[in-house]
């Protein structure tokens, strides 16, 4: 089914009945919406849904991971070598945020396969050499998929706790980190080593650091992606102080949640009166934002046209054609693709997860 796709754009347009996924965002509110198969792997009453359905997720949250990934030397080395990230910097934010839409809130059919197609692109556009240490790099190692998908469903949790609803309980925490351990299955990172507790992910980025560093290369890249206006479409004529403001806001937030050490590798400043003042002016902002499906669609229409058909059901409230969850296994089964450790252990043999216990 994978080869079918060449591009994640291909598939994530396949969703919905609205046009492709330059619809204007204003459609996506009204226009008919074709069901997903199925909830997914997570579906309603998941604490998934309930922190990454939350606006502060698809904005300063995933602004803040993709610029703290950016802290891997391997990863830098991968996404450099390219040149996307300055030269299609909309193009990629649209298709990244879109697959991890895919895999939050899309059904298990077109998550199972946007996975297969995106480790075919990362074998084929992400090894080479790392050009400090010399090292061969893999956008498929599972090391670097582990950093990839903590540090995304960290900074999503700790955004949603800074600047949306709050903490959550011991039991939501509980089942947020077991949910991420399930969405780990659709990488080749191992669930297993997923923490279960919010010690557990302190520690791993603990341990983790000694292995991050910040060349020149990396905090030009950093704040390149702390500017929103690389990724989101431009604003014209009078809309252009909106889009000011709305950039200023965006970059604020999103270093006002970063801790020192991160801000000195990236060779970033802001005073601790700016981030006390995005802090204050922040929840107010999303909270209403939050009360507002349609602003939230309408929104996330024109910052990720290929979110929007991904996301519709969710926000419109539109049930799958069979309600139901799914593991992964059963999943990748059901819909005959391969998994992630299948396409990894072929090109690397010796390759194994360890099972975790459900």
């Known amino acids: 089914m994978a080869g ?44 998934t849904w309930k ?9 300063v949250g995933f602004q803040r991971a993709v610029v703290i990934e950016e802290l891997d030397p391997f990863l830098v080395a991968s996404v ?12 990629r934010y ?14 298990t059919k077109t998550a199972t396969t946007a996975s297969a197609v995106l480790m075919r692109i990362h074998a084929e556009n992400g090894v080479g050499t790392e050009p400090v240490s010399g090292l061969y790099y893999d ?31 011991e039991d939501e925490e509980r089942q947020f980190w077991h949910e991420c351990a399930v969405a780990a299955e659709l990488q080749t990172c191992d669930p297993a080593l997923v923490p279960r507790t919010r010690e557990g992910v302190r520690a791993y980025f ?3 650091r000694t292995r991050l560093v910040a ?29 000011w403001v709305a950039n200023q806001f965006l970059r604020r937030a999103t270093i006002a949640t970063l801790p020192g050490w991160q801000r000195e590798l990236a060779g970033v400043r802001q005073s601790k009166a700016a981030d006390t003042a995005v802090r204050l002016l922040a929840k107010p902002v999303f909270r209403v934002v939050s009360h507002s499906a349609r602003i939230q ?51 690397h043999p010796d390759f194994k997860l360890t099972p975790y216990p459900a």
């Open 4 to 47: 079918k796709f060449r591009k994640l754009s291909d598939l994530m347009t396949t969703r919905g009945q609205a046009g492709s996924a330059r619809t204007k965002p204003v459609a996506w509110l009204t226009a008919p919406v074709q069901p997903a198969e199925d909830y997914g792997f997570f579906g309603p009453g998941s604490v």
């Open 94 to 107: 649209d298709r990244t945020l879109a697959y991890f839409a895919t895999v939050l809130f899309g059904d």
């Open 206 to 208: 603990e341990e983790v």
């Open 297 to 347: 669609l309408a929104l996330l229409s024109w910052l990720s046209p290929s979110t929007a058909p991904v996301v519709a059901p969710f926000f419109r409230g539109i049930p799958p054609v069979r309600p139901e969850t799914l593991s992964p296994a059963d999943a990748y089964a059901r819909w005959e693709v391969p998994t992630p450790a299948e396409m990894y252990a072929k090109v």
């Open 80 to 91: 450099a070598t390219t040149g996307k990230v300055y030269s299609q910097a909309r193009i």
């Open 139 to 169: 956008a498929n190692d599972p090391e670097s998929q582990l950093w990839i998908h903590l540090t995304a469903w960290h900074s999503i949790l700790y955004v949603y706790e800074t600047f949306g609803p709050g903490r959550l309980s």
């Open 215 to 243: 060349s020149e290369v990396t905090q030009r890249m950093m704040n390149h992606l702390l500017n929103a206006e690389v990724m989101y479409p431009p604003m014209l004529g009078r809309m252009r102080p909106v889009g």
């Open 51 to 59: 922190v990454w359905g939350y606006p502060t997720s698809m904005s």
